[in-house]
């Protein structure tokens, strides 16, 4: 955020994306109290106020002396004209008349955020130069924030993490409390096992199988698919592939890999 003016993350469930969020917008009113604003805005107010503001106020409480100001639920005011604020994206009205030299406008859960809301953030970006933090799970194949990471990613600084690159993931046990942990990737690649095994019957997930599996690992290039199964290591392949294909909203729905 210190360099780039337009950053957008896009990461699986379980990651601590939320908690990286609250933490910039505190780094961003704090070291910039003359006069600065900062909005927040997910889908519903609710996801505002209890995911993302939560984390802000557990992190801001320890500190509150050192940040300095007061904190309600979706409101952190140092003075009137140094304050963040959470707004829902259910009335792109909300977002007029905001204006300040320093402006940060975070979108939590950007990929459920319609595009009329995106309009109004580009017209608050218009006069000023604030700084655009757009963060979330890769479950569409359209939309502002998509665009983000495709027509549009000229832009901006893009970010991806996949769960297989959790400390947890990785360590095979915990250890960070909260993060998407082995087990749970584990339980994702049977389950898409048995979800491929289901369908693999229809002769286009046959080739697609099998294009995959011969673009991926070099363990997988000599592998085709059977009539009744598909082996686990065609699924690792399906996880860890950059190569994009409608399968990937599915592994992105299941919060395990998103193709950049």
């Not at 900062?38 to 106020?57: C, D, K, N």
Request: glycine share 6%; charged share 25%; proline share 5%.
């Amino acid at each position: 955020m210190a360099k780039h003016r337009r950053v957008a993350v896009k990461s699986g469930n379980g990651l601590g994306k939320g908690f990286c969020a609250a933490v910039a917008l505190l780094w961003f009113l704090h070291s910039h109290q003359d006069a600065t604003i900062a909005l927040s805005t997910a889908p519903t107010f609710r996801q505002g106020r209890h995911v993302l503001w939560r984390q802000i106020r557990r992190l801001f409480r320890p500190k509150a002396e050192l940040l300095g100001g007061k904190i309600l639920d979706t409101r952190w005011e140092i003075s009137d004209d140094c304050y963040a604020m959470g707004l829902s994206a259910e009335n792109a009205d909300q977002f007029q008349g905001f204006h300040s030299p320093n402006m940060l406008i975070m979108v939590d859960e950007a990929e459920g955020v319609s595009d009329e809301i995106y309009e109004a953030i580009e017209a608050v970006m218009t006069p000023a130069e604030p700084l655009l933090l757009l963060i979330g799970n890769s479950t569409t194949v359209s939309g502002a924030f998509r665009r983000a990471f495709y027509e549009e990613r000229q832009i901006y600084h893009n970010i991806t993490i996949s769960a297989l690159d959790s400390p947890d993931v990785k360590a095979g046990k915990t250890l960070v409390p909260g993060l998407t942990s082995a087990k749970s990737v584990e339980e994702r690649r049977e389950t898409w096992a048995r979800t491929i095994r289901s369908q693999v019957l229809i002769p286009w997930r046959f080739r697609y199988i099998e294009m995959m599996a011969s673009t991926c690992h070099p363990a997988c290039k000599s592998w085709r698919p059977p009539s009744t199964a598909v082996p686990a290591r065609a699924v690792d392949c399906l996880i860890r592939s950059n190569k994009p294909a409608r399968a990937d909203t599915r592994l992105a729905r299941a919060g395990l890999f998103f193709q950049g």
